[in-house]
């Protein structure tokens, strides 16, 4: 099939099916994938690998969480902990009689009554058990059986973690004291290598580092692009509070389960879409059975919101209780939403690449919320804390003046929550929200925890009356944008970040685009994307066209780095983008251990092994794709402003895009990197723009 074709089969919404040049792949099939490992004695061992894409994933789980010892440790953990919120929730609730341990009847001439030790508000076991009603009995019968269920999982898990520790050490060569010093560009780099020598997987001679990404973010790649296309629904209007969204975890995993690996899902297995879904025929009944399926879910929800609704509450009270209290200032400060992790997302780029570019961006997104105020939120919060202030310097007062106030029934719970509301309203104050999209995606440690707490009572509702009148814009979505890659299956045509397919022509720096509008990804998200994924992995081919786009990114950055007079100290005697590329064979170092693990891309070092200008090489090396990053939002700024800029429509199957000017604001300050952090060299601040005014209107 010609380029041609493929891109009107695209347009018209019909599944394809990619072949590269140089393509050497078979037809997938469950029953070829198979792995090699060689024991201790050399000799080859043959295991069946019915899926690779869980594979490739518990390869990456078992690197980042520093090896098997630490993954089983975590999960008889977690098990322990969930054991404990119910069992010690039992106890609170029925075995403790709290007229003694508060004394209620202090008149009482009755020994029952009478507190003389902690243990004597106690009721014994056998009495506790048989006043437990019906209510809590169902409960504790529900929760041992999740309990069980979450048992053979780790057990399951235990067997196939341990097969993946066998794996690095005997084919990658590995040990499990060494992942702390090894990036996962080198874990990558030796997985393809091993593939050349025992042929991991046998319907593809060549692996490269995309086939690795589309396997371990397959899932991931399709709930990016269907956010970016404004797809699923997420946004909702509501009354007094205005435009909110609304993605907790537990819509969240609702989401992937209808879609990816629930019953009835899109998917035949891990990486094959049903061959329905690939036929537009089916589209109608396609979208009537997920519109059932969906219903019955909402009313599974609905049916289990109470019981996950207490179980929200007592994790949250346990998890928070303590550091709430010792720091009530802690629900003022900010996270990035769920909402937000997944909007600013690159394709292709995993979970410590996400996790290192966002933390970069914690402090220049906390300044730029800072820069505005709101005089309705500062009124009630001053107002608040005003009054709670008063009453709580009264009552230390007349604490200091005579203790026995603190005797007086609660006077000492009154005290706690006094001093609680005025540490929240202090925190609120400097940090007030005025751009509601920008809160949306950097929100309050309180707004999520009551977002999460809300969450069983409100995804039955947005499942049952929102999200089944949208089947049919998924159908299409599923047939329309995904292609089939050889050798590594089914996935969404945005994560093969092809500028010729899915580019904007305001992103694509002078190229061409043969895109239509409803292929094209918003806000710039594939060439973003492109540019990501081949500063991470500079050792990774691109296309043609993919090709020319990093060609003209490169000069600008170039050019822009020359007219601003800076050029990094450690990079100065060759070109930027080939001292990153020449990067992944270097050694790695002792000064980064215990952190480079989660290293973005390859190690950059330095050949005088001298610890200072290691860090600094490095460091120059991240802050190279944040510059690339600024300088494709720069150019997009430039050619917005042209007289012929013109902001396309989308298409009848999808709702308006965020506003242009949002992504361009926060993707900068989640690239950009403070000079005076990076650099000695005062002329960096020159090279990026200082003090802008948010372009929001």
């Given at each position: 099939m010609?380029?041609?074709?493929?891109?009107?089969?695209?347009?018209?919404?019909?599944?394809?099916?990619?072949?590269?040049?140089?393509?050497?792949?078979?037809?997938?099939?469950?029953?070829?994938?198979?792995?090699?490992?060689?024991?201790?004695?050399?000799?080859?061992?043959r295991?069946?690998i019915?899926?690779?894409?869980?594979?490739?994933?518990?390869?990456?789980?078992?690197?980042?969480?520093?090896?098997?010892?630490?993954?089983?440790?975590?999960?008889?953990?977690?098990?322990?902990?969930?054991?404990?919120?119910?069992?010690?929730?039992?106890?609170?609730?029925?075995?403790?009689?709290y007229?003694?341990?508060?004394?209620?009847d202090?008149?009482?001439?009755?020994?029952?009554?009478?507190?003389?030790?902690?243990?004597d508000?106690?009721?014994?076991?056998?009495?506790?058990?048989?006043?437990?009603?019906?209510?809590?009995?169902?409960?504790?019968?529900?929760?041992?059986?999740?309990?069980?269920?979450?048992?053979?999982?780790v057990?399951?898990?235990?067997?196939?973690?341990?097969?993946?520790?066998?794996?690095?050490?005997?084919a990658?060569?590995?040990?499990?004291?060494?992942?702390?010093?090894?990036?996962?560009?080198?874990?990558?780099?030796?997985?393809?290598?091993?593939?050349?020598?025992?042929?991991?997987?046998?319907?593809?001679?060549?692996?490269?580092?995309?086939d690795?990404?589309?396997?371990?973010?397959?899932?991931?790649?399709?709930?990016i692009?269907?956010i970016?296309?404004?797809?699923?629904?997420?946004?909702?209007?509501?009354?007094?509070?205005?435009?909110?969204?609304?993605?907790?975890?537990?819509?969240?995993?609702?989401?992937?389960?209808?879609?990816?690996?629930?019953?009835?899902?899109?998917?035949?297995?891990?990486?094959?879409?049903?061959?329905?879904?690939?036929?537009?025929?089916?589209?109608?009944?396609?979208?009537?059975?997920m519109s059932?399926?969906?219903?019955?879910?909402?009313?599974?929800?609905l049916?289990l919101?109470?019981?996950?609704?207490?179980?929200?509450?007592l994790?949250?009270?346990?998890?928070y209780?303590e550091?709430?209290?010792?720091?009530?200032?802690?629900?003022?400060a900010?996270?990035?939403?769920?909402?937000?992790?997944?909007?600013?997302?690159?394709?292709?780029?995993?979970?410590?690449?996400?996790?290192?570019?966002?933390?970069?961006?914690?402090?220049?997104?906390?300044?730029?919320?800072?820069?505005?105020?709101?005089?309705?939120?500062?009124?009630?919060a001053?107002?608040?804390?005003?009054f709670?202030?008063?009453?709580?310097i009264?009552?230390?007062?007349?604490?200091?003046?005579?203790?026995?106030?603190?005797?007086?029934?609660?006077?000492l719970?009154?005290?706690?929550?006094?001093?609680?509301?005025?540490?929240?309203?202090?925190?609120?104050?400097?940090?007030?929200?005025?751009?509601?999209e920008?809160?949306?995606l950097?929100?309050?440690?309180?707004?999520y925890?009551?977002?999460?707490?809300?969450?069983?009572?409100?995804?039955?509702?947005?499942?049952?009356?929102?999200?089944?009148y949208?089947?049919l814009?998924?159908?299409?979505?599923?047939r329309?944008?995904?292609?089939?890659?050889?050798?590594?299956?089914d996935?969404?045509?945005?994560?093969?970040?092809?500028v010729?397919?899915?580019?904007?022509?305001?992103?694509?720096?002078g190229?061409?685009?043969?895109?239509?509008?409803?292929?094209?990804a918003?806000?710039g998200?594939?060439?973003?994307?492109l540019?990501?994924?081949?500063?991470?992995?500079?050792?990774?081919?691109?296309t043609?066209?993919?090709?020319?786009f990093?060609?003209?990114?490169?000069?600008?950055?170039?050019e822009?780095?020359?007219?601003s007079?800076?050029?990094?100290?450690?990079?100065?005697?060759?070109?930027?983008?080939?001292?990153m590329?020449?990067?992944?064979?270097?050694?790695?170092?002792?000064?980064?251990?215990?952190?480079v693990?989660?290293?973005?891309?390859?190690?950059?070092?330095?050949s005088?092994?001298?610890?200072?200008?290691?860090?600094?090489?490095?460091?120059?090396?991240?802050?190279?794709?944040?510059?690339?990053?600024?300088?494709?939002?720069?150019?997009?700024?430039?050619?917005?402003?042209?007289?012929?800029?013109?902001?396309?429509?989308s298409?009848?199957?999808?709702a308006?895009?965020?506003?242009r000017?949002?992504?361009?604001?926060?993707?900068?300050?989640?690239?950009?990197?403070?000079?005076?952090?990076?650099?000695?060299?005062?002329?960096?601040?020159?090279?990026l723009?200082?003090?802008?005014?948010?372009?929001?209107?």
């Amino acid at each position: 099939m010609s380029s041609h074709q493929q891109q009107s089969n695209l347009s018209h919404g019909e599944y394809e099916r990619v072949l590269s040049e140089d393509d050497d792949s078979v037809p997938l099939n469950h029953e070829d994938m198979i792995q090699i490992v060689s024991n201790e004695r050399g000799e080859g061992k043959r295991s069946h690998i019915t899926n690779l894409d869980e594979f490739f994933r518990r390869i990456y789980y078992f690197h980042q969480n520093h090896g098997f010892r630490c993954i089983l440790l975590r999960e008889i953990l977690e098990l322990a902990q969930f054991a404990f919120i119910v069992l010690f929730s039992l106890f609170l609730m029925e075995c403790v009689n709290y007229d003694i341990l508060f004394q209620n009847d202090r008149n009482s001439t009755s020994p029952w009554l009478k507190k003389e030790q902690f243990k004597d508000a106690f009721i014994p076991l056998d009495q506790c058990v048989k006043r437990f009603p019906s209510g809590i009995t169902v409960c504790a019968v529900i929760a041992l059986i999740f309990w069980l269920f979450r048992l053979a999982r780790v057990v399951y898990h235990s067997i196939r973690h341990y097969e993946i520790k066998q794996f690095y050490s005997n084919a990658l060569k590995i040990e499990a004291n060494d992942l702390s010093n090894v990036t996962w560009y080198d874990v990558m780099s030796q997985v393809i290598e091993t593939q050349h020598e025992e042929v991991l997987c046998v319907h593809k001679q060549n692996l490269n580092e995309l086939d690795i990404y589309q396997r371990t973010l397959r899932h991931k790649n399709y709930m990016i692009s269907m956010i970016n296309k404004c797809i699923l629904p997420v946004r909702f209007q509501l009354p007094l509070f205005g435009n909110v969204v609304f993605l907790t975890s537990g819509y969240r995993f609702n989401l992937d389960m209808l879609l990816f690996w629930g019953p009835g899902a899109v998917f035949e297995n891990s990486w094959q879409l049903k061959e329905a879904y690939k036929n537009a025929a089916n589209r109608s009944h396609l979208a009537k059975e997920m519109s059932r399926r969906i219903l019955l879910l909402g009313i599974a929800n609905l049916l289990l919101s109470p019981i996950i609704f207490m179980w929200q509450i007592l994790h949250s009270f346990f998890s928070y209780g303590e550091l709430i209290k010792r720091n009530p200032s802690v629900l003022g400060a900010r996270r990035w939403s769920n909402y937000g992790r997944v909007y600013l997302r690159h394709f292709n780029e995993l979970d410590h690449e996400l996790d290192a570019r966002l933390s970069r961006g914690y402090k220049p997104a906390s300044s730029y919320m800072n820069c505005f105020s709101s005089p309705s939120v500062v009124i009630v919060a001053q107002s608040i804390g005003f009054f709670a202030g008063a009453i709580l310097i009264v009552l230390i007062c007349l604490t200091i003046y005579d203790e026995d106030v603190l005797n007086v029934q609660h006077v000492l719970s009154i005290m706690t929550l006094l001093g609680a509301t005025v540490g929240i309203c202090r925190s609120l104050i400097p940090d007030e929200q005025v751009r509601a999209e920008v809160a949306q995606l950097f929100q309050y440690k309180a707004v999520y925890i009551i977002e999460e707490l809300l969450s069983p009572l409100v995804t039955p509702l947005i499942l049952i009356f929102s999200l089944r009148y949208r089947t049919l814009e998924i159908v299409d979505f599923f047939r329309q944008f995904t292609c089939e890659v050889a050798g590594v299956g089914d996935v969404c045509s945005f994560a093969t970040m092809d500028v010729k397919k899915h580019g904007n022509p305001q992103w694509m720096m002078g190229e061409t685009t043969d895109a239509l509008r409803s292929a094209q990804a918003e806000n710039g998200k594939t060439e973003l994307s492109l540019l990501h994924f081949q500063s991470a992995n500079p050792s990774w081919k691109p296309t043609l066209e993919s090709e020319r786009f990093l060609s003209r990114v490169r000069e600008q950055v170039d050019e822009s780095m020359v007219a601003s007079g800076f050029l990094s100290r450690s990079l100065a005697s060759r070109g930027v983008f080939d001292s990153m590329a020449m990067s992944a064979t270097m050694p790695l170092s002792n000064v980064f251990r215990g952190g480079v693990n989660r290293c973005e891309g390859p190690l950059v070092t330095s050949s005088t092994g001298d610890t200072e200008t290691q860090q600094q090489v490095q460091t120059d090396a991240v802050n190279l794709m944040s510059r690339s990053a600024v300088v494709l939002h720069m150019q997009h700024e430039l050619q917005a402003k042209q007289p012929n800029y013109s902001t396309f429509g989308s298409s009848h199957m999808l709702a308006p895009p965020p506003p242009r000017s949002l992504e361009r604001e926060l993707t900068s300050f989640n690239d950009l990197v403070q000079p005076s952090e990076t650099s000695d060299d005062d002329s960096a601040a020159s090279f990026l723009p200082k003090q802008r005014k948010p372009p929001f209107a």
